[in-house]
Each structure stands twice: as structure tokens, then as C-alpha cells.
């Protein structure tokens, strides 16, 4: 009980962490939120339920020893995808229609932006993988106690601030809502720049 206790609450701290770090998913959660509604904005944060489903398992049978090229491939990618994000939110003039929100797209999008960042892919094979692997030799639960409790923040967090955000949507009507697309475009800008660095190094070896 005390290894299930104690993996559950590293799982929290970390979910709760990476939750709330400023990043392309929780721009873009943001993003969707201010458009259509707090519910895109939830949709895209549950997107690393799907996403790291296939990452988690692969990295376990297939990819503990997964190149950091590809990772940096992965990088460059995931860059230019946010660039096209950013794009998208700056020519954004008015608000969603919040009955007619796609909800289909803004997964897809948090699906793309999750899968190709090389993020959650470092985490699981630096933090993740060998701490459920460490776990898993104490106690047949704590590694799903550490799994639940990550994904519950990380998820739950990102949702949350999306309620938040889609509480008050409709003080960003009229002259404000324009600069405040522009302004998470910028974001996304920044970010893409991130994941543009992040993976030019890890091509390279991380000399660049």
C-alpha cells in the first residue's frame, strides 16, 4: 500500500506539472477554448490519452532504445505543424459558433500537436518507462497508481484551465478578441521555435 501511495503521488506531481507547463497543447487548448467554447478546449486536452497510448506501449516492446534523431525529425515536424497553427489562430476575426464547434477537428489537432512533439516521447523513456519498470518489481499496482494519477493531472489540469479560459470567453468579443488570437499565435510561435531548436539538437546530437 505505501509503494501504491507513494507511486500515485509522483504520478500526480508530475502530471500536475507537465499539465500546467506552457506548451503548444495548452496554447492550443486555449486557443480552441476561446474560439468555440471550453468543451474544444477539453477535447484537446484529453488528447494525450490517445496519443500516448501508442507511445507508452511502443516504448515499452519496441522503442527503449529509440534514436534521438527520430525524436529530433519528430521536433521539427511538430515545429512546423504549430507554425500552420499559428497561422490559423492569427487570421481568426471572430468568434466560434459554440453549437456548430468541430469537435472533431480540435482532436485531431491535439493529437497532432501531442504526437509530434518529442516531448511526451523523452518523458516516458527518461522518467516514465524506467520508473513503472522500477515500480513493477515492488508492487503490481503502484504502476498503475503512478499511470492514473499522471494522467489524471495532466489531463485534468490542461481541462481545467479550459473551463477556466471558456468561463469567461465572451469578455474577449468585439475590438479585444483579434489581438488576443494574435497574441496566442505569438505563442505558438515561440513554441514552434522551441520544438525547432529542441530538435535540430537532438538531430545533432545536441551539439547544435
Known amino acids: 500500500m505505501t509503494d501504491l501511495v507513494s507511486a ?6 508530475l502530471g500536475l506539472a507537465a499539465g500546467m507547463a506552457p506548451g503548444p497543447l495548452m496554447a ?11 468543451k ?5 486536452a484529453c488528447a494525450p490519452l490517445l496519443t500516448d497510448i501508442p507511445i507508452v506501449l511502443g516504448l515499452f516492446f519496441l522503442l527503449r532504445d529509440l534514436p534521438e534523431t527520430v525524436l529530433g525529425v519528430l521536433g521539427l515536424i511538430g515545429a ?5 497553427l499559428a497561422y490559423e489562430t492569427a487570421r481568426t476575426t ?6 456548430t464547434a468541430p469537435a472533431a477537428a480540435s482532436l485531431r489537432k491535439g493529437i497532432l500537436t501531442n504526437f509530434l512533439s518529442p516531448h511526451p516521447y523523452l518523458f516516458w523513456i ?11 518489481q515492488t508492487s503490481v499496482t503502484a504502476p498503475w497508481g503512478f499511470i492514473i494519477g499522471f494522467y489524471l493531472l495532466l489531463v485534468g489540469s490542461k481541462a ?19 489581438f488576443v488570437m494574435r497574441g496566442l499565435a ?10 525547432f531548436r529542441e530538435g535540430v539538437n537532438l538531430v545533432s546530437g545536441g551539439t547544435a
Open 94 to 99: 471572430a468568434l466560434g459558433d459554440i453549437d
Open 8 to 13: 500515485t503521488l509522483s504520478g500526480i506531481t
Open 80 to 84: 512546423c505543424y504549430a507554425l500552420f
Open 126 to 136: 527518461t522518467v516514465g518507462v524506467p520508473f513503472v519498470l522500477g515500480a513493477a
Open 40 to 44: 474544444e478546449g477539453i477535447y484537446v
Open 186 to 195: 505569438l505563442a505558438l510561435v515561440v513554441f514552434a521555435l522551441l520544438l
Open 28 to 38: 492550443l487548448a486555449i486557443t480552441q477554448t476561446i474560439r468555440h467554447g471550453s
Open 160 to 178: 481545467g484551465v479550459a473551463t477556466l479560459v471558456g468561463h469567461y470567453r465572451l469578455l474577449l468579443t468585439g475590438r479585444a478578441y483579434p
